[in-house]
């Protein structure tokens, strides 16, 4: 299917390499999750993980309750650069770490039962500012079909079991916390939100709060806002609690771009385009995942006259975003845009080879003003190695 939404902006006005969020479409999304919040009580975070672009937070902060952190450096830019309330999780905490975490933060979740008697002393001994502390459960309900995604395959690391609460001293403890969803829908949280009842009711009647995790598709066309609206109401009133939302993707889905130039043309019979990009480096999910991005104008292989391989600058052999078609040739200098590369990939890029880093843009349809926020360079590069 030939891809043929277009952008908002020009892209012969971009600098490339660029990651260009239309804040538009931003607040878009933000309207959506307010809608959800409004309607369902329950309170969303944005996480961090998935999206940090924090020249935009001053929009987002706007709409969302705060920030759900994985660590301390997340915790750091969340309290400094959104304010509002700061969550976090760790698969394991350090004790330096949580000296830095404890002044800030507001809920701590913990992913072991070790890992709390570790720190409860240190959080009770807190004077002023104490987080809410809580645990992350493992509700053992594999809803994700890639592994590398899937929080609860069998011995996952992440989140305590049922059965090693058994005979537990809980005391103390606030919060129930899952993450169990990768870019689902609600009618699988509902599974999930079962399992969670069936395997931790005592628990649950202990706590005050409970945060459903990520993976929420929210604004992803065709998600069922209602039933979610629906699910968390009904969750709320059946055990008294507060509910948390920590998605990351739907926040920024569809908000993104990257916008690219042809290098070059190389091969004969097969010939590959090379971007002034890099999937290894900006956009690493496409060799992860793996997925491959749509480009505006562009198809699949053989859909139109024109089809190339899509390489990138880097010297890693299978650094190749895929192949596409396009109606015309491609020319040098020619700008392609990828979507939907808000999330995800600000966060993972990485100047492996010394590949230049994309700008980092915003693009406002209201006054067609297109700002280079961030513009990377060499000291960059060198700055993480020594
Ligand atoms: C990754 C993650 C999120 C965000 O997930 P999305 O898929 O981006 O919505 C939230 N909470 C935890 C604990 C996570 O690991």
Redesign the pocket.
């Known amino acids: 299917m030939s891809h043929t939404a277009p952008t908002s902006f020009d892209s012969a006005r971009v600098t490339t390499p660029a990651y260009v969020v239309d804040l538009a479409l931003l607040k878009k999304n933000l309207t959506l999750l307010h809608h959800v919040q409004e309607a369902s009580g329950a309170k969303i975070l944005l996480?961090l993980?998935?999206f940090s672009m924090f020249s935009t937070f001053g929009l987002v902060r706007e709409y969302l309750h705060g920030c759900?952190a994985?660590g301390l450096n997340e915790a750091l830019l969340a309290h400094h650069e959104f304010g509002k309330e700061v969550h976090v999780?760790c698969p394991a905490f350090k004790e330096a770490e949580m000296e830095q975490i404890l002044p800030i933060a507001c809920h701590i979740s913990f992913n072991s039962l070790a890992q709390w008697q570790r720190f409860k002393p240190v959080l009770e001994a807190v004077e002023g500012n104490r987080p809410s502390p809580g645990l992350r459960v493992n509700p053992e309900l594999s809803t994700v079909e890639v592994a590398l995604y899937d929080?609860c395959s069998p011995g996952c690391r992440l989140g305590t079991r049922d059965i090693e609460l058994e005979g537990a001293d809980l005391t103390g403890l606030e919060g129930l916390h899952f993450?169990a969803?990768?870019?689902q829908n609600s009618d699988v949280l509902e599974r999930v939100i079962e399992s969670v009842e069936r395997r931790f009711p005592k628990f649950l009647k202990q706590v005050k709060w409970v945060n459903m995790?990520?993976?929420?598709h929210i604004t992803k066309p065709g998600y069922d806002v209602e039933r979610l609206v629906r699910i968390v109401k009904a969750f709320r009133e059946r055990h008294n609690v507060e509910v948390y939302l920590?998605?990351?993707?739907?926040i920024a889905l569809n908000t993104g771009y990257l916008v690219t130039s042809v290098l070059d043309i190389v091969g004969a019979e097969e010939k590959t385009a090379i971007l002034d990009t890099s999937a290894t480096c900006h956009m690493p999910d496409v060799l992860e995942m793996p997925y491959r991005p749509q480009i505006i104008g562009a198809g699949l292989p053989g859909e139109h006259a024109h089809t190339y391989k899509l390489g990138g600058t880097s010297c890693l052999a299978g650094d190749v975003i895929g192949a596409y078609s396009f109606p015309e040739p491609l020319q040098l200098g020619q700008k392609l845009v990828f979507t939907d590369m808000g999330?995800y990939t600000m966060v993972k890029t990485t100047t492996f080879n010394g590949v230049p880093h994309p700008d980092i843009d915003t693009y406002d349809p209201a006054t067609e003003e297109l700002r280079v926020v961030r513009r990377f360079g060499y000291e960059d590069f060198r700055n993480r190695l020594s």
């Open positions: 996480a993980k998935g759900c994985s999780y929080p993450h969803l990768c870019e995790g990520g993976g929420h920590e998605p990351g993707e739907a999330h």
